[in-house]
């Protein structure tokens, strides 16, 4: 496998509103997209764009959400994850199972509308790590 794009960088906060601000006001930001709910995910996400990658930026959805033990410990959140993007999603998961990493439960439907898995920061050097097959040619990014 060949590390791939870097799709986007994951933040958690605990206020997409108030990361909006910060992004757009303090940072420059020129494209925030509209924020949208992933219960399935447990997030309600927003994409912020960069000239060559995004920030994702996540806050919990509802009591299950992934994301409420991080921001336990980062009450101001921070980042969260990396997502690099892969051709194939299958054999992506495979190789990293072959690698002897932790993969997060079976692949699932991520922001971006494509399959995606998680391999667990343990093994990843510390950093969580998010899989995602890359959109059809075309695809907004
Ligand atoms: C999918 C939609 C969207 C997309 O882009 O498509 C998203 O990206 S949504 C992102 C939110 N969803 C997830 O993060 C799902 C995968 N995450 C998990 O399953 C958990 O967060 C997990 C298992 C990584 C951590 O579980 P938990 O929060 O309960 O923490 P633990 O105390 O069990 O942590 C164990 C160990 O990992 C370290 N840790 C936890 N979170 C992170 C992190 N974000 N980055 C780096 N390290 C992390 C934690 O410190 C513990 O380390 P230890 O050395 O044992 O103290
Ligand atoms: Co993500």
Redesign the pocket.
């Known amino acids: 496998m060949k590390l791939g794009r870097l799709?986007?960088i994951?933040v958690?906060t605990p206020s997409i509103e108030q990361s909006i601000a910060f992004y757009r006001d303090v940072m420059g930001a020129e494209t925030v997209h509209m924020p949208f709910d992933?219960p399935a995910?447990?997030?309600k996400?927003c994409f912020v764009d960069t000239p060559n990658t995004q920030i994702?930026l996540?806050e919990p959805l509802g009591e299950d959400?992934?994301?409420?033990?991080?921001l336990a410990?980062n009450p101001a959140g921070g980042?969260?994850?990396v997502?690099y993007e892969v051709p194939d999603i299958h054999e992506a998961k495979t190789w990293f199972e072959a690698k002897g990493a932790r993969v997060?439960?079976e692949p699932?439907?991520?922001?971006?509308g494509t399959l995606?898995f998680?391999v667990?920061?343990?093994d990843m050097g510390?950093?969580?790590t998010?899989i995602?097959e890359s959109p059809q040619q075309g695809d907004e990014h």
């Open positions: 799709n986007h994951g958690a992933l995910q447990g997030v996400v994702e996540i959400s992934p994301i409420h033990g991080f410990k980042q969260h994850h997502c997060l439960g699932r439907i991520g922001a971006h995606i998680f667990h920061p343990r510390g950093v969580l998010e995602m």
